[in-house]
């Protein structure tokens, strides 16, 4: 098993996990060239894809979802609640799957088992996934976290992390205060100091991969996440990765 990242942030996010030739791509926000490019950064052919699991309805993770699986026939699953956002662009779709929240199924190799999460959409969630042996866990869009998402996350292999604002930088910058307020508040985002929070409520005794991912380009930076991060873990901030908007990250896989 192993992960790649294609992007994350504001302007666009897609994680690409692989086990054997099972390649489960965890949303898609950008346009159908800009995510071929993407791919083949990292070495994988479009058609190659044998999914796109969704997160939620928000363009930076949906946007693009259509467009890719109508030129290479790739399957598409979302929660139901998502599905009845967008709907209507998936609607000419041959092979597009809903979910319930709680629902666990498989894509080839890769059990998916999705979480539900507190976050401005219709039904979102956040996914574990896995290849029997380990465990890999993705959390990108939240406002706070709550104990099911601890005990869905505990005892992971590898989380990938929001750690979208600092706090002091959101509070002073130049944003309008409803958007601060929205990202700020329980349906919103993540600061640093939650997402140290989170960590130090879960077992992180198997944690082989930290990657701290949807930063926000104005309201942090990544040597604050990582030294928020790293003082919950007790580990050096250059242990922690992040999830960059333009170039996400390489390949990690388990040894």
Known sequence: ????CLGSGSEGNGLLVE???????????????DTVARLARIGVAPETVSAIIVTHEHTDHVGGVA???ARFGTPVWLTFGTLSVVGERFAELPRVYGFDSHDVFAVGAIEIRPFPVPHDAREPVQFVCSDG??????????GISTAFVEA???????LVLECNHDRDML??????????????GRFGHLDNTAAAGLLANIDTSRLKHLVAAHLSQHNNTPELARAALAASLGCAGDWIGIADQRLGFGWREFI
């Open 19 to 33: 086990v054997g030739s099972t390649r489960v791509l965890i949303d898609c926000g950008f346009g159908v060239r």
């Open 152 to 158: 869905s996350l505990s005892g992971c292999d590898a």
């Open 171 to 184: 509070a002073n910058g130049d944003y309008p205060y409803p958007l601060k307020q929205r990202i700020a």
């Open 133 to 142: 042996r380990w465990r890999l866990g993705v959390l990108t869009d939240l």
């Open 1 to 4: 098993m192993r992960f790649a």
């Open 67 to 69: 467009a890719f699986a």
